[in-house]
């Protein structure tokens, strides 16, 4: 089991910035790769970044290229989210994922979730 706790949401206004982070505990940090994802009122929950458990490789949403930026510290079992130029459209819940064999790019894939902590941008 890996239990992950995410920090760090909160409410910004547009254009602000926030840096959400998720530290692990549990198994071994650096066996996974790790994900962000968000759920916004009545929609489902997607993708939104992901890393490998090297940290070499990064995947985005293409809405949030450019303006967030996900990153790992294997020796402090955490994962981050930097979020800058956010827009009312980031708006949602985000969930920090673990998955064992590969960067999550779909909720069905994720082995484990944190309990998600809230992110919103007023206009």
């Known amino acids: 089991q890996v239990q992950l706790v995410e920090s760090g949401g909160g409410l910004v206004q547009a254009g602000g910035s926030l840096r959400l982070s998720c530290i692990a505990s549990?198994?071994?940090?650096?066996?996974?790769?790790m994900g962000w994802f968000r759920q916004a009122p009545g929609k489902e929950r997607e993708f939104v970044a992901g890393?490998?458990?090297?940290?070499?490789?990064?995947y985005y949403k293409d809405s949030v290229k450019g303006r967030f930026t996900i990153s790992r510290d294997n020796a402090k079992s955490t994962v981050h989210l930097q979020m800058n130029s956010l827009v009312p459209e980031d708006t949602a819940v985000y969930y920090c994922a673990a998955d064992r064999t590969t960067i999550p790019a779909t909720p069905n894939g994720v082995d484990f979730w944190g309990q998600g902590t809230q992110v919103t941008v007023s206009s």
């Open positions: 549990g198994r071994p940090f650096s066996n996974y790769a």
């Open positions: 890393i490998n458990w090297s940290g070499g490789a990064t």
